[in-house]
């Protein structure tokens, strides 16, 4: 779960100024109706355009680069993959006070996943590894790390050792200051990734899987794509899945263990992030963030 600053100033972002920007630059679609998404994500506005299209406007700085991060690369991964990802027709650019780059993307239909009807899916845990698995084997070409452009090169579990250390010292009595310590402690130790690196997802949590069907069909939001570790995109394994379907999941996908130690260290680390900023104030946050935590404890 992504998170821009809180302190950072954000413009103001609604229909009438999403609408101004569509007719300016894509004419095209100016007949088409715009329909406001809500609760969207915290990292971007979005809108329905007619039928066929979504408009994502950025709320903050650290998701302004992932409309050209994906008009880039989504072309070139998604023949590769068994899930459906966005597919970018058009970047806009800042105009009427609106200061960042924008995107217009083909719509997936579908419903955001939920643990009720996913969390103990076998079938859905196969399905996630598969992916993942897909994406990994994706070559990298002349953009292994070292080479890599900094936009593909996501941060590394340690640089969040300050903030995760200060939120286990905040809600400690809530999770077990002691069991979150152990595992922290024990990821930031783990042996690191010491094979070629390898596409990951960034942000691969049940909030960025939709389904239809009951089953699962999409995988939106590539803000994080990146090159290296692997590990972030085991967060799924505890945001999602039941004690079985993670085990499922886990033999599928051939995951070592220290592999799958540096995961429960991310979804550790992100999940307590998510937890302190949003618990408070949105309940939903509260449960999901719970479980989460409580998941990467357990194992």
């Known amino acids: 779960m992504s998170t821009g600053s809180t302190a950072e100033p954000r413009p103001a972002i609604d229909t009438a100024l999403a609408r101004r920007l569509v007719d300016a630059q894509f004419p095209q679609w100016a007949e088409l109706p715009l329909q406001l998404l809500d609760p969207a994500g915290s990292d971007h506005v ?149 094979r070629p690196p390898v596409w990951f997802h960034g942000d691969f949590h049940t909030g960025n899987l939709l389904t239809r069907d009951g089953r699962l069909s999409a995988v939106i939001d590539f803000g994080g794509l990146g090159i290296g570790d692997p590990a972030c995109d085991l967060i799924i394994a505890f945001t999602l899945m039941s004690t079985r379907s993670r085990a499922v999941f886990r033999a599928a996908l051939g995951v070592d263990d220290a592999t799958w130690t540096r995961g429960r260290g991310w979804a550790l680390a992100t999940g307590l992030n998510a937890y302190t900023t949003y618990a408070a104030v949105d309940p939903r946050v509260a449960a999901q963030t719970t479980r989460q935590i409580t998941g990467a404890l357990n194992g």
Do not use: C
């Open 46 to 194: 979005i809108h329905r355009l007619g039928d066929d299209l979504s408009v994502r406007l950025p709320r903050h700085t650290g998701a302004v680069g992932q409309a050209a991060k994906e008009k880039e690369w989504l072309p070139r991964l998604a023949p590769h993959l068994p899930l459906a990802v966005p597919v970018p027709v058009g970047v806009g650019e800042p105009g009427f006070g609106y200061p960042w780059p924008w995107a217009v993307s083909r719509w997936l239909d579908g419903e955001v996943a939920t643990v009720g009807s996913l969390a103990d899916s076998s079938g859905a845990a196969v399905q996630l590894a598969e992916f993942l698995v897909a994406l990994q084997s994706f070559p990298p070409t002349d953009l292994a790390v070292g080479n890599a452009r900094e936009d593909l090169i996501g941060r590394p579990l340690a640089a969040r050792d300050r903030d995760t250390r200060a939120a286990i010292a905040e809600v400690g009595g809530t999770f077990g200051g002691a069991a979150m310590t152990e595992l922290w402690d024990a990821a930031l130790s783990a042996p690191g990734w010491d």
